[in-house]
């Protein structure tokens, strides 16, 4: 019931934080058309290749020894288009992307990452439900040249990070990862903001398998959930160099309560700590007033620590972007224009 409770008022301060920060966020001031300008009154359309993945990991004394599970996901080709403040992205894994590999096992799972860029704000929502791992690299657990693959573990991982940019007139984080506008100076920003999580793994079985028991704390452990909250601080910066070629880069680390319950041999354990996490983005590509070529990447390194051990979520995708903006014709502007906004 206290977990329940904890759970239920972070979420609301969430809630009323990210309300207030967007609420900040909606002044109508004018940004710096020196150093990036905007093509949100267009339409942004794009083609792309992306892969996303949610790996779990067990954490040993030593990196090198840490149990490394992935999920067995697909290359996936989409298409999509971003007008106003509303972006649409169709995608999926056909056959001729993805040689069959069953001795990796296979991976059920929905992967609702969403990355929401406005003028002011990055937003990260995720949203993982994933079953099915093997354990890499090859060989770990298992004879060599084989994998050791886990069917019975599931992984759900959910939660928000939100951040505002202090310097927005200056540093457009939509030229490098939304493609609706164009950085055509070189600026960087401190972003501050929040995260909350929540979620839990699980398995049929111990997580860490039988023959490796001995080398790890998390030994026996079936199951650990955890939730947590807590403020963050970052930056973001890009270089540009002769208006079109850029490098993108940003780092935000939050600081939260960790609430985790860890299940082991038929008993549970919990454990209340301050577990710092990470995220990381990037965008390398060439822009110009009509058009994008790009290739993007977040990823969100988050970690918890129980009773018998410390894990890490890793959730991430990887695109390779092309996009091009064209004006709509007055009466698709008309049609479209519920999702125009200058923020």
């Not at 454990?271 to 058009?291: C, F, H, Q, V, W």
Request: with cysteine; net charge positive.
């Amino acid at each position: 019931m206290r977990h329940k409770l904890l759970m239920k008022k972070g979420w609301t301060l969430m809630a009323l934080l990210a309300a207030c920060i967007t609420a900040t966020a909606q002044r109508t001031e004018q940004y710096d058309s020196d150093y990036y300008e905007s093509y949100t009154d267009q339409i942004t359309g794009r083609a792309y290749f992306s892969q996303k993945y949610t790996n779990l990991l067990l954490l040993s004394k030593r990196r090198e020894d840490d149990l490394r599970y992935r999920p067995n996901t697909t290359l996936n080709f989409g298409v999509g288009a971003t007008y106003g403040w509303f972006t649409l992205n169709l995608a999926y894994g056909f056959d001729f992307l993805n040689k069959g590999d069953d001795s990796k096992g296979k991976t059920r799972y929905l992967d609702l990452q969403s990355h929401v860029y406005t003028r002011k704000m990055s937003i990260d929502l995720f949203g993982q439900f994933y079953k099915g791992f093997y354990l890499y690299p090859e060989g770990t657990a298992a004879p060599a040249k084989n994998w050791y693959t886990r069917p019975d573990i599931k992984v759900r991982h959910m939660g928000v990070a939100a951040y505002y940019i202090l310097d927005w007139d200056k540093l457009s984080m939509r030229a490098a990862m939304l493609q609706t506008e164009w950085q055509k100076k070189s600026a960087g920003s401190l972003l501050l903001g929040a995260e909350v999580y929540y979620g839990y793994s699980k398995g049929d079985s111990a997580l860490v398998p039988s023959a490796l028991e001995a080398m790890y704390n998390q030994r026996g452990v079936t199951k650990f959930r955890y939730f947590d909250i807590g403020p963050g601080i970052g930056y973001a910066y890009t270089f540009v160099w002769k208006e079109h070629w850029y490098a993108m880069g940003g780092i935000t680390g939050s600081f939260p309560i960790n609430f985790q319950k860890d299940f082991r041999y038929g008993k549970a354990e919990k454990k209340t700590t301050i577990s710092p996490d990470l995220m990381y983005r990037a965008g390398l590509g060439y822009n110009n007033e009509k058009m994008n070529i790009s290739v993007t990447w977040v990823n969100n390194s988050f970690q918890t620590k129980g009773e018998f051990g410390k894990y890490r979520i890793n959730t991430g995708n990887v695109r390779l972007n092309a996009a091009y903006r064209f004006m709509p014709g007055p009466r698709l502007k008309n049609k479209i224009k519920i999702f125009r906004s200058d923020n």
